[in-house]
């Protein structure tokens, strides 16, 4: 995979991210707690969600692109988690990261994954109006590849 000269070191390739992807996927859902707002957030559409999250990590990992954010599930995803549920799918990537990449790029990842915990969960803090407009800014954020910018 090519790299930019402003990416962040990430020592892994395509097939090592399928399989990041893989394991968080499989963790999530057996995990008894998150499944419930799981199969509300995600359904049955496993694959595209899988598919979803391998190209969002990517995008911002390797910053070829810019990554293409729905602001639909977004939002649908701020109305369906909380900050405790954020957490443990943070903590999940985590796992995941450790045992399948190697440790720099796990810690990269663990990286990404705090910051875009700590964006939602600050968008949940909020409610009404002031929620959409963080929820806005937060969509605008991540669909610009701003998200590297604070790792």
């Known amino acids: 995979m090519p790299f930019p000269p402003f990416a962040p070191s990430v020592y892994f390739e395509e097939a090592d991210l399928v399989s990041l992807v893989a394991?968080?996927?499989?963790?999530?859902?057996?995990n008894p707690v998150l499944r419930p707002a799981m199969d509300r957030l995600v359904g049955n559409q496993w694959e595209e969600a899988e598919a979803a999250t391998a190209a969002f990590l990517r995008a911002t990992l390797f910053l070829e692109?810019?990554?293409?954010?729905?602001?639909?599930?977004?939002?649908?995803?701020?109305?369906?988690?909380?900050?405790?549920?954020?957490?443990?799918?943070?903590?999940?990537?985590?796992d995941c990261a450790l045992v399948v990449l190697p440790l720099h790029s796990a810690a990269v990842v663990a990286e990404v994954s705090d910051a875009l915990a700590r964006l939602l969960k600050d968008v949940l803090a909020h409610d009404g109006v002031m929620r959409q407009r963080l929820l806005l800014k937060v969509q605008s954020r991540l669909a610009a590849g701003a998200l590297m910018s604070s790792v």
């Open 65 to 94: 692109r810019r990554p293409d954010v729905d602001g639909d599930w977004l939002a649908r995803s701020i109305r369906t988690l909380d900050a405790e549920t954020i957490d443990q799918i943070a903590d999940i990537l985590l």
């Open 23 to 30: 394991e968080f996927s499989e963790r999530v859902r057996r």
